[in-house]
Nanobody
Framework: QVQLVESGGGLVQAGDSLRLSCAVS????????MGWFRQAPGKEREFVAS????????TYADSVKGRFTISKDNAKNTVYLQMNSLKPEDTAVYYC??????????????????WGQGTQVTVSS
């Protein structure tokens, strides 16, 4: 059974930092492309960042480029999202996603087979 469990969300002020973690079990994590998505109230879920199976390639949404960093630790079966210089518009539920097979980073939801339950990030102004 594949499980993705996010953690690290919370309430912060604008300009602060947070690091989200997603612990993965039940699939060959070292061969899995991983992604982070988010959904704000009243909006559709949107792509945030993705990392290739090897960790050697990443891609980001324009809105977070330069502020967020995605990384993966294959020894710990965990993917991270370091979020710096947070803004109120970053407020959302953040979801971790995993692809069954290895490949390049992807911003499309259809590339991912498994999803976590989400963790809330709230940024106050």
């Amino acid at each position: 059974q594949v499980q993705l469990v996010e953690s690290g969300g919370g309430l912060v002020q604008a300009g602060d930092s947070l690091r989200l973690s997603c612990a993965v079990s039940g699939l060959p994590f070292s061969r899995s492309t991983m992604g982070w998505f988010r959904q704000a109230p009243g909006k559709e879920r949107e792509f945030v960042a993705s990392i290739s199976w090897s960790g050697g390639s990443t891609t980001y949404a324009d809105s977070v480029k330069g502020r967020f960093t995605i990384s993966k630790d294959n020894a710990k079966n965990t993917v991270y999202l370091q979020m710096n210089s947070l803004k109120p518009e970053d407020t959302a539920v953040y979801y971790c996603a995993a692809a069954r097979t290895f490949g390049p980073p992807s911003s499309g939801e259809r590339a991912y087979d498994y999803w976590g339950q989400g963790t809330q990030v709230t940024v106050s102004s």
